[in-house]
């Protein structure tokens, strides 16, 4: 069974910037699609981003695009997420997803197979 393990989160004040990382095991990182997701205290999980392995091909929600950056090291099995710019809103639990095949809207949650358990981002004002 695949694992996702997130890690870098943090408490930061807004205007500052954390780098997220998610660790992939007992999968193959090629042709698959990662992706990460957030979910604010008392709100519905959000799809920030995602990336295809193969092509490096990228997507972002509207609200995080032009201040994050999501990325990959194939030689580490590893997925990152730069935030910068970092305002109160993006205070949230923020999980790696990944799907072989994504047949849905990127930005479904139920678009996604595995999720990892999370890691928090707190950014104060």
């Known amino acids: 069974q695949g694992q996702l393990v997130e890690s870098g989160g943090r408490s930061v004040q807004a205007g500052g910037s954390l780098r997220l990382s998610c660790v992939v095991s007992g999968y193959t990182f090629s042709s698959r699609t990662m992706g990460w997701f957030r979910q604010p205290p008392g709100k519905e999980r959000e799809a920030v981003a995602r990336?295809?392995?193969?092509?490096?091909?990228?997507r972002y929600s509207d609200s995080v695009k032009g201040r994050f950056t999501i990325s990959q090291d194939n030689a580490k099995n590893t997925v990152y997420l730069q935030m910068n710019s970092l305002k109160p809103e993006d205070t949230a639990m923020y999980y790696c997803?990944?799907?072989?095949?994504?047949?849905?809207?990127?930005?479904?949650?139920?678009?996604?197979?595995?999720w990892g358990q999370g890691t928090q981002v707190t950014v104060s004002s």
């Open positions: 997803v990944t799907n072989l095949i994504v047949t849905r809207p990127w930005l479904q949650a139920g678009a996604w197979g595995t």
């Open positions: 990336i295809y392995t193969d092509n490096n091909a990228t």
